[in-house]
């Protein structure tokens, strides 16, 4: 069974930058979209970046510009750099890996707490 282990979130100031690390116990290769998703209290999952293994990503509108996502199949970690950071970015940060067939589950990690001050 896979397993995702999220890492690198904390406490910054409005305007300041996190990396965020999602190592996998597994080949990441075995999934065709890894992700990032975000949750902030009361408020429901949203998407914040996809990468697929073709290399193609998606962001949301309200990160594009500042946030990369990254794959190391090498390391089988997928990263978010998070750059000019806002009070709205304040969640908790899920990775995601998704096989895309029919049958294999998603996988998630635990989450990891971004909190961004003013």
């Known amino acids: 069974q896979v397993q995702l282990v999220e890492s690198g979130g904390g406490l910054v100031q409005a305007g300041g930058s996190l990396r965020l690390s999602c190592a996998a116990s597994?080949?990441?290769?075995?999934?065709?979209?890894m992700g990032w998703y975000r949750q902030a209290p009361g408020k429901p999952r949203e998407l914040v970046a996809t990468?697929?293994?073709?290399?193609?990503?998606n962001y949301a509108d309200s990160v594009k510009g500042r946030f990369t996502i990254s794959r190391d199949n090498a390391k089988n970690a997928v990263h978010l750099q998070m750059n000019s950071l806002k009070p709205e970015d304040t969640a908790v940060y899920y990775c995601?890996?998704?096989?895309?067939?029919?049958?294999?589950?998603?996988?998630w990690g635990q989450g990891t707490q971004v909190t961004v001050s003013s």
């Open positions: 995601n890996a998704d096989p895309q067939v029919a049958g294999m589950d998603n996988y």
């Open positions: 597994g080949d990441i290769l075995h999934f065709h979209i």
């Open positions: 990468m697929v293994s073709g290399g193609n990503t």
